[in-house]
């Protein structure tokens, strides 16, 4: 089964920032896979901004760079970089903004903000005291989105001066990924599912971001945020919602987003025992503290915690949420734990087994079914616990095998001005509004974060936390 390729409308997409590392190593990738795959029309137009002195040659020539690793046929190349051009503007300043928008043409025009958060706000004023912005445009914001409930309804405000709701993109990548939003159509595509997908039938749900790295060239950002805001306030949370969220009426922006803030209202503020922060530490001398040059850093770059949300769908159902850096593996997933039967008709000796529903977002997409079968082979009745695999690859084949990366699927998304898998400004303050005390309460304590092993699954009270509820982390496999 081959994909179908629907073309957009032709745009204009000014990506300020556009000598930046997100923009090198995403942005241009995702929008040449794009056009190679036929989505981009030719008189589409990339406009590349940042305060280098380039011209449209030697931009060009950085991002076919940046495309070196691309398997590219030498016209795809070709035809993606025509549609390339560099404009050299300081952000901060009022000098070059009318050349900007004299290149620009009449339809949609999107503005991506690939550039530090201080400047968000300046982008967005100058875009309409400089006339850039039309009824058409649109502007693409990345994360982070504040820095606590307070920066986040200031930013908020500021982009709602200049730009409507309907014309503001949040960004958190994780929605745009392809099992992100199978699991919308797993959940509200089958029957299966949901009647099955409430406390009764679910013991708990873990939800696991792991990576293997280390902060890297992140570090001075890294060590004001945390693992906390970086991680938990937004990607986490987002799939929280999806988990949790009641069926909307319809598939449309407003219908999907309103289900998910009404999730995130409905968390129960976390305890402070259940929650663990931790910090990696090396013997070696490559720990977090060595990495960021501050022996005394107290910033987490792992959490796990316990939450829970009170409606009733999910009353006395946990959901376990972990992410850190620099764990045993890169690995993104989640666990829907059903309950064990009520009863085993196949005595003790047959042991417990509970149905789990795993959805791997990285890597290695897919969704597998745990299900219990009879162990083959004469001697009795044992069972075995197998999985189903819902591998994306083997049921649509081979060139369904590296699904579109999740910037290709939402820079799309802009163009065709669908804001589904784009975080509304409610749900931003909403997620912040639910982070803000935990950190407070670490500040106001003192909380120092447990060290734990590079390359372990975290602090062992991560494990305790679980323990002492009678459960265990599913394994971090990459
Ligand atoms: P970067 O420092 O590599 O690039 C910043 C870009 O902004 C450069 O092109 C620079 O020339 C330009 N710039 C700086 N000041 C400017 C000004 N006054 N006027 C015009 N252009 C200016 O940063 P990055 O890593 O590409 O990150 C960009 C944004 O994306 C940040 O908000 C970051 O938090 C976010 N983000 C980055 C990543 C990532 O993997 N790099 C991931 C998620 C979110």
Redesign the pocket.
């Known amino acids: 089964m081959v994909s179908r390729v629907i073309p957009v409308d032709p745009f204009d997409l000014v990506v300020?920032?556009?000598?930046?590392?997100?923009?090198r190593?995403?942005i241009m990738p995702a929008l040449f896979r794009r056009c190679a795959a036929g989505q981009i029309p030719d008189a589409a137009r990339i406009i590349g901004?940042?305060?280098?002195d380039h011209d449209t040659n030697s931009y060009r020539a950085l991002i076919a760079e940046s495309l070196r690793a691309e398997e590219a046929e030498p016209c795809h190349l070709e035809g993606f970089l025509r549609r390339l051009e560099y404009r050299s503007?300081?952000?901060?300043d009022p000098a070059g903004w009318d050349s900007l928008a004299a290149c620009l043409g009449e339809g949609v025009r999107a503005f991506y903000f690939?550039?530090?958060?201080d400047?968000f706000g300046p982008l967005a004023e100058r875009l309409r005291n400089h006339g850039l912005a039309t009824p058409d445009s649109r502007i693409v914001v990345?994360?982070?989105f504040g820095h606590d409930l307070g920066s986040a309804r200031a930013l908020n405000r500021t982009l709602a001066a200049h730009f409507g709701e309907d014309q503001t993109y949040r960004i958190d990548h994780y929605l745009g990924k392809e099992t992100v939003q199978n699991l919308m159509a797993v959940r509200f595509g089958n029957m299966l599912f949901e009647p099955l997908w409430n406390s009764q039938y679910v013991d708990h749900i873990q939800i696991t971001v792991a990576e293997s790295m280390g902060v890297g060239a992140r570090g001075a950002?890294y060590d004001q945020a945390g693992a906390m805001r970086d991680m938990m306030q937004n990607h986490l949370m987002q799939l929280l919602c999806l988990i949790a969220m009641e069926p909307p009426a319809k598939f449309d922006p407003d219908a999907v987003r309103d289900e998910k803030l009404k999730v995130i209202r409905a968390l129960d503020p976390v305890k402070p025992h259940h929650i663990v922060r931790g910090q990696y530490a090396a013997e070696t001398g490559c720990g977090y503290r060595e990495e960021v040059g501050d022996p005394r850093s107290i910033t987490e770059t792992y959490v796990a915690l316990k939450a829970h949300i009170s409606n009733w769908r999910w009353a006395g159902t946990p959901f376990y949420l972990r992410t850190g850096k620099r764990l045993v593996a890169r690995s993104s997933i989640i666990n829907v734990m059903f309950k064990d039967a009520p009863h085993s008709i196949f005595g003790e000796e047959a042991g417990r087994h509970a149905n789990v529903l795993s959805i791997r977002l990285q890597p290695n997409e897919g969704i597998t079914l745990k299900v219990t079968i009879k162990e083959p082979g004469p001697g009795g009745m044992r069972l075995v616990d197998v999985p189903l695999d819902m591998s994306f690859a083997k049921a649509l084949g081979p060139e369904n095998q590296n699904p579109p990366d999740a910037y290709e699927r939402l820079i799309m998304d802009v163009i065709r001005g669908n804001q589904t898998l784009f975080m509304r400004g409610d749900e931003v303050e909403a997620a912040w509004a639910w982070t803000d005390p935990i950190i407070a309460g670490w500040q106001a304590r003192g909380d120092v974060p447990k060290p734990y092993d590079c390359g372990s699954t975290g602090p062992g009270d991560a494990e305790l936390l679980m323990k002492r509820d009678g459960r265990r982390w599913q394994g971090i496999n990459p």
């Open positions: 300020f920032g556009g000598t930046g590392d997100l923009a190593r995403k901004v940042a305060r280098h503007l300081d952000a901060t690939s550039v530090s958060p400047l990345e994360k982070p950002y």
